[in-house]
């Protein structure tokens, strides 16, 4: 990989955005390596959780439009018919919007897997977390901020919409209505008001972010692994579901712990006193 790096230490994952000299802003490249980065990880069950940082001093700021516009983009802006004056839409049956609908799609791709992997995945942010940067870090399941961190979905100054998740994802995470007025103000926030607003899990110090990210992801991969993927499931889930629904979801859930080795397991070293040795079985 040429924009990305990828490595598992124990259960736990560490992909790192790796365009430090651009602030590691995004490119095609980027976005494809992405997308096969979560193909060959796929259910990876000896995966438990997936931390996801930038290097040098940002997490991303967002789209590299200079590489984009220079043509290195893939054809991404040409197939737009920008200035032609029509509308685009994707039911408007016109050949070249369904083109871009589908290409904008792909990209997409890059980011729903974070969201949809059974694993829980973090976001550990420092410097710049804007535009598709931003939006990488609400795929994930939990973010942690470095102090001093800018957050902000600026499309609209580019007449644009956040399409890589950020109008699906960021109303679910702060609400619909401050979810508008960041899309629509095209605002941005520092790390304590994104905890406040519930935006971010936790604030730390920029030197501790990196050990803090390590810790959270280790005690979460110290969990039930089985538990772990219905709870995420569940709650994942339930927004969309009616109560009935959601109680049989984590019914189904439960009855998969229950049969489940790891279960016998977490009473034995309760009872023993000891740390529990899952094998996600």
């Known amino acids: 990989m040429q924009t990305l790096s990828y490595e598992q230490i124990g259960s736990v994952g560490w ?21 096969k980065l979560g193909e060959s990880l796929g259910d990876d ?25 220079s043509g290195a983009g893939g054809g991404l802006f040409s197939e737009a018919g920008t200035g032609s004056g ?6 408007s049956g016109r050949g070249m919007e ?5 290409r904008i799609s792909d990209i997409q791709d890059a980011y729903t897997w974070l969201a949809d992997a059974p694993y829980p995945t973090i976001a550990a942010m420092r410097g710049y977390a804007l535009g598709g940067g931003l939006q990488l870090a609400l795929a994930c399941d939990l973010r942690i901020a470095a102090r001093g961190t800018k957050l902000a979905l600026p499309e609209h100054r580019y007449g644009l919409l956040p399409d890589l998740g950020g109008t699906y994802w960021l109303p679910r995470i702060v ?27 936790r604030v730390v110090e920029d030197a501790d972010l990196e050990a803090a990210a390590t810790a959270l992801a280790e005690r979460i991969a110290g969990q039930p692994p089985i538990a772990v993927r219905g709870s995420k499931r569940a709650v994942d889930k339930a927004g969309r579901q009616s109560l009935g629904e959601g109680l049989r979801e ?28 899952y094998r996600n079985a």
């Open 175 to 201: 609400g619909p209505a401050k979810a508008k007025e960041l899309i629509f103000t095209a605002e941005t926030i520092d790390a304590e008001e994104a905890l406040r607003i519930g935006l971010v899990n």
């Open 45 to 69: 069950a000896s995966l438990r959780c997936l931390v996801v940082m930038g290097e040098g001093r940002a997490f991303s700021s967002g789209i590299d439009v200079e590489h984009l516009l």
């Open 86 to 91: 029509q509308a685009a839409g994707p039911s």
């Open 15 to 35: 992909l790192r955005i790796n365009r430090p000299d651009r602030l590691n802003a995004m490119t095609v490249e980027m976005w494809e390596e992405l997308a």
């Open 250 to 277: 984590a019914a189904i859930g439960q009855a998969e712990c229950i049969r489940s080795a790891d279960f016998l397991e977490a009473m034995r070293s309760n009872l023993e006193k000891r740390a529990p040795e």
């Open 98 to 102: 369904d083109k871009l609908v589908r």
